[in-house]
C-alpha cells in the first residue's frame, strides 16, 4: 500500500516482528498519542512519557509525568512536581504536534 504525504507517523512493524530491534526513525523523535473521546493524548520521548487529560471545554485538567525505564508500570510515580522543566517540555511539544496536524479536539 502506498503511503501518502498526509500520514503523520511511521510504521512501526518492524519493532512487532524482529526481536532484536530496539529503535526506529521518526521524523519528531517521539511518539504521539492522542485519544480525544477519552480525554487524554500523550508524549513517548525517549525514557519520558508526559500524559495529558483533558476538560470537557478543552482546556489541560492535569498532566502526568513517568520515567519509564525506571517504573514501567507507572502507576503512583508521577515526577511532574519533581522534574517540572521536563514536563513542561514535552507538554509544549505535544501540543505543537496536535497544533500541527490539526487534531480532533474533544466534543461536548
Do not use: C
Not at 532484536?20 to 498519542?33: G, I, M, T, V, W
Not at 519533581?82 to 505535544?94: D, I, V
Request: net charge neutral; proline share 4%; hydrophobic share 35%.
Amino acid at each position: 500500500r502506498q503511503l501518502t504525504a498526509e500520514v503523520d507517523g511511521v510504521s512501526i512493524r518492524q519493532l512487532l516482528s524482529n526481536d532484536s530491534e530496539r529503535d526506529f526513525d521518526r521524523p519528531q523523535q517521539a511518539l504521539f498519542f492522542h485519544r480525544p473521546r477519552r480525554s487524554f493524548s500523550a508524549i513517548r520521548q525517549g525514557d519520558y512519557k508526559l500524559m495529558l487529560f483533558w476538560n470537557n471545554d478543552g482546556s489541560i485538567n492535569r498532566r502526568e509525568l513517568f520515567q519509564v525505564n525506571l517504573s514501567p508500570t507507572e502507576e503512583g510515580y508521577d515526577i511532574s512536581g519533581k522534574n517540572p522543566e521536563k514536563a513542561e517540555s514535552l507538554q509544549n511539544r505535544l501540543l505543537a504536534h496536535l497544533f500541527m496536524v490539526d487534531a480532533e479536539r474533544k466534543k461536548n
